[in-house]
Every structure is written in structure tokens, then in C-alpha cells.
């Protein structure tokens, strides 16, 4: 992606001890998105969260997790994103794992690579 303008935000919403082909979930997911081209992801830990399950996960002190829920957001394009989702599925059959995506239309109002 190296226009402005709209593109797609894909979140993909996992869990801290998830892995898949020796690597952190998280790990495996950006390594491929760069792999395959897409413009950016960053992976974000939250401190507290639920899913399907409603077992929660949470970094406080009395309750400390070690698997707190994981944020992958990933952006380009949607022609160059779209081929990313559909690999999704099968990404989480070989983890043997649970997790949600979600995707939005976003607006790009600056992209400037770094020196």
C-alpha cells in the first residue's frame, strides 16, 4: 500500500499462548503478513479481555495470567488483504486454536516510511 486513502484493518484477536509451527501465534501472523507484502501490522497485549470461552484474562496482581489476550492488526488495501484472511481458517486448524478477525473499512491519512 503506498497511497493514501481507503484501505482495510483486519484485527485478529488470539490469545498470548497460542502457537503455531514453533512460533507465538502473534509471531507466525506478522512473519507472514510481511512475508506476502502487506503495507504494516503491529501486535498489541492487552491487560485484560474474554472470548468465546469467557474464561478471563487479565495482568492484575491477584489474578496474573500468562496468557492475556493479543491484538494483530494488519492494514492494506482490501485486493491485498483479502488473500491474507483467507488463510486464516486453516492458520488457526494447524494452532489448535480459538480467536476471532474482524475487519474494517479505515481511511489512510498519511503514510511515510521511516528513515
Do not use: W
Not at 485484560?48 to 495470567?65: C, D, F, K, N, Q
Amino acid at each position: 500500500m503506498n497511497t493514501l486513502g481507503e484501505a482495510k484493518l483486519l484485527r485478529i484477536f488470539i490469545g498470548e499462548k497460542d502457537r503455531c509451527d514453533g512460533l507465538p501465534l502473534y509471531e507466525y501472523l506478522v512473519r507472514l503478513a510481511r512475508e506476502q507484502g502487506l503495507a504494516g501490522a503491529t501486535v498489541l497485549r492487552g491487560i485484560e479481555g474474554y472470548g468465546a470461552a469467557s474464561r478471563l484474562h487479565t495482568a492484575r496482581i491477584l489474578r496474573l495470567s500468562e496468557d492475556l489476550p493479543i491484538v494483530v492488526e494488519i492494514a492494506d488495501k482490501e485486493e491485498r488483504i483479502a488473500p491474507f484472511v483467507e488463510q486464516l481458517p486453516g492458520i488457526f486448524d494447524r494452532a489448535g486454536c480459538g480467536g476471532m478477525a474482524t475487519m474494517e473499512k479505515v481511511e489512510v491519512l498519511l503514510l511515510r516510511p521511516g528513515k
